[in-house]
């Protein structure tokens, strides 16, 4: 057996793995007008990831996602705006922090609910933050947001260019990578185990004397510090933020996107992303007034025909 | 404004939501579907009542009984094509599906009518101010009030004193007891669907005048209806009554006094009920 192997082994990694990489690496190269395109994708598939850490494997149902985005996006978008502080790679480190932060606090707070409830309390959780954020204008910008912000170049040599998202892709790509990586450690560890358990019979892991709360609040506050960097990629791509950062809508399409890939599988957020990308990119274009039509109709028929998301048609759960 | 006035108001936008919510809450309680299409469905009924009116010239209540009967059929068809096969999927196939019909919905409605918001043009009965004695209000707002408290009545009436509705009561307590019992709980909840989804659609023409009308409708109060089910407890009629009654009038003061942020309230609100009693206010532990 050779090095490589028993290494694939022990990190579960199998071949296919190594394509969804090669296919945003060959992107870069082969369609260099949709860079900015692909920076969204990129950065939705990382929220989704984080999205799928807590609904996918810890079984925890939120319609309040979009918080952490938020927290994070207005994060280095004051920092850069009030504190000067553009330095994008410490961003994401504040961002992480801030957003983790809310994570931990409101974890604490509401993961003693769960159905309807829990679902609620996650949303009016995200409202309460989009309408502070709509009060604090002197803050935050208010409606309109910060537009227009500046941030350093990436290691003080790959500038942010509005107009070509060379250094974006790369960058989030990057990021998406490393925190893919961390992701898929936890999902694999003891720690990913137990909140597998915990999803699929909670009263069995309390009988056997694992701490379920605890591990919740631990799995949501990292899903939120994760979807926090994802909000501060975002930030720091588009040189801009605002309330849409922190809606519903927001909430809801990566919910949207993680079901419709297949959650509790690591790749159904990069399947999910891409495929609703494409869908809507090319209804939009195609019938700009009817583009839902499309849409909906797709998701109707995977959640009836394809159980569990795109992904669910091939492969069983794990 | 004056008190009463603010109070009359809000009454008014409590009756529409109760309406309109309040197929959801029993739906949901009965078998656990998480339908975000309800919104849809008074969406629907709201511009078939509305055009039911401009193009046909059909009078107020016969506009209402056609959007009513329109509603309630396409959601039977819906329910029993659609909806049944995912009674056992898991909630989250259940959000993916009923977002698309969501989505579906809106497109359909942009296309064939447009994306501009509907007015619903009010018979001359209906227009201008009443004197109610203490105070002179829009005639139709206390109309709305008057209709929504005679809906209450009748909905009360016929869960708490008919078969029918001890059947839904039932199971909604313990849907696998009921069945055991004898109740075909699949029967009942196809004529509950159509029943609710009926009321929504009256809920989104009566509603036309107060909460505004266009595509965006089933979206844009998703999350009001949802917090009226959650707060008012699944499956309870007079639990959503006072919920919606509750969030229509405190919805309305905050934002007439506070118009920057005056949604703000609501959400802290409800979040403040959600933890103190996590299954509603009028909810059963444990249901």
């Given amino acids: 057996m050779t090095a490589a192997r028993r290494l694939a082994e022990r990190h579960h990694l199998r071949w296919w793995e190594a394509l969804p990489w090669l296919a945003a690496a060959g992107a870069f190269f082969a369609f260099p007008n949709y860079l900015a395109f692909g920076t969204q ?54 961002a992480a922090a801030v957003a983790g932060a809310i994570g931990l606090a409101s974890g604490f707070v509401l993961l003693r609910t769960h159905g309807l409830t829990l679902l609620m309390l996650t949303l009016c959780t995200m409202a309460l933050l989009e309408e502070g954020a709509n009060m604090a204008s002197a803050l935050t910008g208010g409606f309109d947001g910060m537009p227009g912000l500046q941030f350093a170049p990436l290691l003080g040599v790959f500038a942010f260019d509005p107009l070509y998202f060379r250094s974006q892709y790369v960058y989030s790509l990057v990021v998406l990578f490393a925190c893919f990586a961390l992701v898929r450690m936890l999902v694999h560890s003891s720690f990913g185990q137990s909140l597998t358990g915990i999803r699929e019979n909670v009263l069995r892991m309390h009988a056997v004397g694992a701490p379920v709360r605890a591990r919740l609040v631990l799995a949501y506050a990292i899903s939120a510090a994760l979807a926090g960097v994802a909000g501060a990629l975002f930030t720091q791509a588009n040189a801009f933020v605002n309330l849409a950062a922190l809606g519903l809508d927001r909430a809801a399409g990566v919910l949207i996107v993680l079901i419709l890939g297949g959650y509790g599988r690591l790749y159904g957020a990069f399947v999910g992303a891409t495929v609703y990308f494409v869908l809507e990119h090319a ?28 992904l669910g048609l091939i492969q069983k759960p794990q | ?80 094509l659609l909806y049944a096969r995912l009674y056992r999927a898991t909630e989250l196939d259940q959000v993916l599906f009923t977002i698309g ?42 109309a709305v009030i008057v209709a929504g408290t005679a809906l209450v009545l009748a909905l009360w009436l016929g869960f708490e004193r008919t078969r029918y509705g001890a059947r839904i009561r039932a199971a909604v307590d313990n849907r696998r007891m009921a069945q055991s019992l004898g109740v075909d709980v699949g029967r009942l909840f196809t004529a509950t669907f159509a029943l609710g989804s009926g009321l929504a659609a009256v809920g989104g023409g009566l509603g036309a005048e107060i909460l505004g009308l266009d595509p965006q409708y089933p979206l844009r109060y998703l999350v009001y209806f949802l917090i009226v089910v959650a707060v008012g407890g699944l499956g309870r009629v007079s639990g959503v009554f006072c919920a919606a009654l509750l969030i229509g009038v405190l919805d309305f003061v905050f934002k007439i006094h506070f118009p ?28």
């Fill in chain 1, 283 to 310: 209804l939009a274009k195609a019938y700009p007034t009817a583009w839902q039509l499309g849409v909906g109709l797709v998701l109707i028929g995977v959640a009836l025909f394809a159980r569990n998301g795109i």
């Fill in chain 2, 260 to 287: 920057k942020g005056g949604t703000l309230f609501i959400y802290a609100l409800t979040l403040a009920l959600l933890l103190w009693r996590p299954q509603g206010l009028f909810g059963r532990r444990g249901a």
């Fill in chain 2, 1 to 80: 404004m004056d008190l009463i006035g603010i109070l009359l108001g809000g009454f008014a936008a409590g009756m529409v939501l109760f309406i309109v919510s309040v197929g959801l809450s029993v739906t949901m309680g009965l078998m656990g579907f998480v339908n975000l299409a309800h919104g849809g469905f008074a969406m629907l009924g709201g511009y078939a009542i509305v055009l039911a009116m401009k193009h046909w010239g059909l009078p107020f209540f016969g506009a209402l009984a056609v959007g009513f009967a329109a509603v309630a059929a396409l959601s039977v068809l819906l329910e029993r």
């Fill in chain 1, 41 to 94: 994708l990129v950065i939705t598939i990382l929220f989704a990831l984080s999205l799928d850490l807590v609904l996918g494997y810890a079984g925890i149902i939120t319609l309040g996602h979009a918080a952490f985005f938020g927290a994070g996006a207005y994060t280095v978008g004051m920092l850069a705006q009030h504190a000067g502080w553009t330095e994008p790679l410490s961003g994401l480190l504040a």
């Fill in chain 2, 101 to 142: 019909l969501v989505f579906v919905m809106i497109a359909a409605v942009t296309l064939a009518v447009g994306p501009e918001t509907q007015t619903l043009v009010l018979p001359q009965w209906l227009r201008g101010q009443t004197d109610l004695g203490i105070i002179k209000y829009r005639t139709y707002s206390v």
